[in-house]
């Protein structure tokens, strides 16, 4: 087995770490499933060590994460929920928990009778794409709606002034959560591109 591991860090701005981690491909540049997002200019994402195996990997991770401290337990700068060490690679799951997975996967899949009952839905609501389905059929094309003149005219006068999405005019109450709302939003954009 050759060493494939690595431990990184997301740094701020001024330079100092705000996450430490371990992995291996791209790891360190992934964003889903994460509750630290990995900074946007990827010129702040370093590689600490390179070339270990696994085990040597979670150590690295756990002392790095000691050194540097963690801010939810008030010891340090690092947005790390745990101490590192952890992580699922190589899980081995007991035949009670791969049944359980198993079995919640086949609830996922669609009989016959519950596409055709999709399709019929589509069809009485309205759906000019019948039985195709528009994931697999119409992938990566864009998909023109038929509007009538009436509908058409029906949403410009709704887009017009202060107006919600049926015509109404909002409130000037709501006007303002609306503002403060758009403010709070740009607040945590910039909270989030300062990590």
Known sequence: MTPCFYTYAYLREDKTPYYIGKGKGNRAFVKRQRRVPPPTDKNRIIFL???????????????????????????????????????????????????????????????????????????????????????????????????????????????KGNQNHKGHKHSEETLEKIRQKAIEREARKRIAKSW
């Open 49 to 159: 060590k390179t070339n270990l195996f696994e085990e040597e990997a979670f150590n690295h991770e756990i002392y790095m994460i000691a050194v540097y401290g963690r801010k939810d337990l008030g010891t340090g700068i690092l947005w790390n929920n745990t101490n590192g060490g952890e992580g699922s690679s190589g899980t081995i799951y007991s035949e009670e928990a791969r049944k359980k997975i198993s079995d919640a996967a086949k609830k996922r899949i669609w009989t016959d009778a519950q596409r055709k009952e999709a399709s019929e839905r589509c069809k009485r609501m309205g759906n000019w794409l019948g039985d195709n389905n528009p994931s697999i059929e119409k992938k990566g094309k864009k998909l023109k709606v038929p509007f009538s003149d009436e509908h058409k005219k029906n949403l410009s006068e709704a887009h």
